[in-house]
């Protein structure tokens, strides 16, 4: 790869390039169908949520089974206090960082009793606590209705300032800017703050930290880190993002229930951080990208081609995109265990493997 | 008094299925460290073959036990094929990679296996055909089933055979070397990849009963099913100590009996706060306190951090 660092000029015109690229690219969309905007909105979210993993297996090397219940518990913030549900309206900035801050609570909640376990272990504590929040929100809806069971919570209060609401069509300037075209720019904003904070972190003292613990836990302590409050950092910072994104998640789809957050979701998460390249942002960023378009991109390919061969459906496209992601999680492990953009430290790692030296 | 009798009941006939699902996985840890998500789903299989075996049969006016018979005769050769087939592409090329690369495959091989079933078997749960004639015998007011009885008597037989196979004849004698020091064992001339598959083809076999008496106790089979059972017989493992037969076997018939005393009771001690659609939750709050507080499981010998 070219060091842009080398040539400033080229370097911000390349940054330049992709800004504009990104801001008309809603339109593009739009011309296609809004649909495709919806589509483009859900790849933003899924990427900040393989952000949020990617701390947690990435850099500190903790494998979380279980990210999705993060997501949920960010989803149901938002929606109990902004919907009819309790009858609360809270303004969106409000209850977002709530949303973060409850998500990071339960990710401490999580990590605090079973931090000490050895990877794998952890890996299947995670899973069972995804599952048991889902259980939760599934049934907290007797003696008191929390959650409102498995019918979940609906006419969920969109983004709003003052009088200006995300939801609802408008024309600035003779351009047309639909709901979800104003979606992806506030969701743009922010994933763009994700990844900045996140490149931030890595080079950080506490990143450094994560990736001296993911490479050997002993020796980081040796070091003196305080291995069991960073690992605990790890958790609820990457639960944070989760949070957020889901409260994003929440008032995009103004609809939410326990059917939205099931295991399947972590392990789609988790496939998109492990195509990418685990601890590698931009790897992760692509990854999600990918693997967030694949769902549409099936539905009018697989689809039709299916109809045109045979005239019938034989294997609908939502079952072929489960099974795209379970060959990507083998695959990717056994043909290329860094990704398909590896970071740097795995490139290194990873170069001798041809003896078998692989971390 | 009667309904507690009746749970420990239920909770042993499930905990035998645990046991023989919770076998699997603590063979497979004990002698390379993975923990094979993806073996709940080979319960699955032998579910479902059984299922289109007997759906096939049953017409033929057969005895019913013979159609059983036949149908768990088929799903355990299946079952065994996926074990290797599993092994042999998905594993075996990790065997010397991080921990964590041979565990993500193992939750993707879970997910194909998920998939294809769907595929074979629709995505609707599967009325599994209730052919054995269900008859009770009474213990006070409790009462037990034929198919319990069954159940918790073949599943006796067939863990009393596998501690046989591993503590008696020199395959076992291996599997054991192989998993106490496999370089070792090596050098000592025993092939550790035919140990390994060897490992991974017994553990399915057992997968491929427990599947077909679990179909067959619930009356229902579903692509999904492998994977909250999986679930349960790792925990299962653990609380018996990873690793250990006699651990696994303890840990799932007590893992049974806790979730069917939990589901029994919890309505009656929360004021029916909680009822019993918390059952699942059982089994996570006690792989967590294991983990937590005796991580090396009931009955194994305290291992180091080989983390």
């Known amino acids: 790869m070219m060091n842009f660092r080398d040539h400033p000029k080229a370097h911000w015109c390349g940054i330049g390039l992709i800004a504009v690229a990104l801001i008309i690219l809603p339109f593009v969309l739009a011309s296609a169908g809004t649909a495709w905007v919806r589509v483009m909105n859900l ?78 272990y952890l890996a299947i504590v995670t899973l069972g606590f995804g599952e048991i929040v889902r259980i ?19 006419r969920i209060d969109p983004f709003s300032f003052g009088s200006f609401s995300f939801a609802k069509p408008e024309s600035i300037l003779g351009l047309a800017f639909s709901g979800p075209i104003k979606y992806y720019y506030l969701l743009l904003v922010v994933v763009i703050a994700v990844i900045f904070i996140n490149l ?51 008032a995009i789809q103004g609809f939410i229930s326990p059917e939205s957050f099931v295991l399947v979701e972590s392990v789609m998460v988790l496939s998109m951080v492990i195509l ?14 990918l693997l967030s378009f694949i769902p549409s991109f099936l539905r009018y390919t697989v689809g039709p081609l299916q109809m045109w061969l045979f005239g019938h459906m034989v294997i609908e496209p939502e079952v072929i995109r489960m099974l795209v992601f379970g060959f990507v999680l083998v695959l990717v492990m056994v043909l290329r265990p860094g990704g398909i953009w590896p970071s740097a430290v795995r490139r290194r790692e990873l170069a001798p493997s041809e003896d078998g030296a692989r971390g | 008094m009667d309904i507690f009798i009746q749970q420990l009941i239920n909770g042993i006939t499930v905990g035998a299925v645990y046991a023989m699902v919770a076998l699997g996985y603590t063979m497979v840890f004990g002698i390379i460290q993975l923990i094979n998500v993806a073996h709940g789903d080979v319960v699955m299989f032998g579910a479902m073959v059984a299922f289109s075996i007997i759906h096939a049969l049953s017409g033929a006016g057969l005895p019913p036990l013979f159609v059983v018979t036949i149908a768990t005769a088929c799903a355990i050769p299946v079952c ?98 192989t998993a106490q020091n496999a370089p070792i064992a090596g050098l000592m001339g025993i092939d550790a990849n035919h140990v390994i598959a060897m490992t991974f083809v017994i553990g399915a076999g057992l997968a491929a009963i427990a599947g077909v008496m679990v179909a067959n ?25 990873i690793g250990n037969l006699p651990g696994a076997m303890l840990g799932g018939v007590l893992l049974g009996v806790v979730e069917a005393l939990g589901a029994g009771y919890i309505g009656d001690l929360t004021n029916n706060v909680f009822g019993s659609n918390y ?21 194994g010998e305290r291992v180091g951090d080989r983390a």
């Open chain 1, 43 to 120: 790849a933003i979210l899924y990427i900040m949520l393989s952000l949020g993993l990617n701390i947690v297996v990435g850099f500190a090397g903790l494998l979380d089974l279980g990210y999705i219940a993060f997501y949920a518990v960010g989803a149901y913030t938002y929606a109990l206090l902004a919907s009819p549900h309790f009858g609360l309206h809270l303004p969106f900035w409000v209850i977002l960082p709530i949303g973060g801050l409850v998500a990071a609570l339960f990710g401490i909640l999580l990590g605090a009793p079973t931090l000490k376990l050895r990877g794998d």
């Open chain 2, 279 to 299: 059952q699942d939750v059982f089994a996570f709050i006690v792989l967590i306190l294991v983990l937590v507080f005796r991580p090396s499981g009931l009955l």
């Open chain 1, 136 to 154: 939760f929100l599934n049934n907290l809806s007797t003696p008191i209705n929390i959650t409102n069971g498995p019918q979940g919570i609906s």
């Open chain 1, 200 to 250: 931030r972190l890595q080079n950080s003292r506490i990143g450094r930290a994560w990736e001296a613990i993911r490479e050997d836990e002993v020796a980081a302590r040796a070091m003196g880190i305080d291995t069991t409050r960073i690992k605990l950092l790890a958790f609820a910072m990457g639960a944070s993002f989760g949070g957020v994104a889901g409260g994003m998640f929440s």
């Open chain 2, 80 to 177: 065994m094929l996926l074990g290797f087939a599993m092994e042999r592409v998905a594993y075996r090329p990790l065997r010397n990679a991080p921990r964590l690369a041979s565990l993500i495959t193992a939750i993707g091989v879970s997910i194909i296996l998920q998939h294809f079933a769907l595929i074979i078997w629709s995505r609707n749960p599967l009325a599994f055909p209730q052919i054995i004639a269900v008859e009770s015998f009474h213990i006070g007011e409790a009462t037990i089933t034929n198919v319990q009885l069954g159940m918790i008597g073949i599943s006796t037989l067939i863990m009393t055979g596998l501690a046989l196979l591993v503590y008696r004849t020199r395959l076992g004698a291996a599997m054991r070397a």
């Open chain 1, 276 to 289: 990418g390249g685990m601890g590698n942002i931009w790897g992760v960023v692509l990854g999600a990208v």
């Open chain 2, 217 to 241: 106790y619930y009356g229902i089979a579903h692509y999904t099913m492998g994977a909250n059972l999986g679930l349960k017989a790792f925990c299962a493992a653990v609380l018996g100590g």
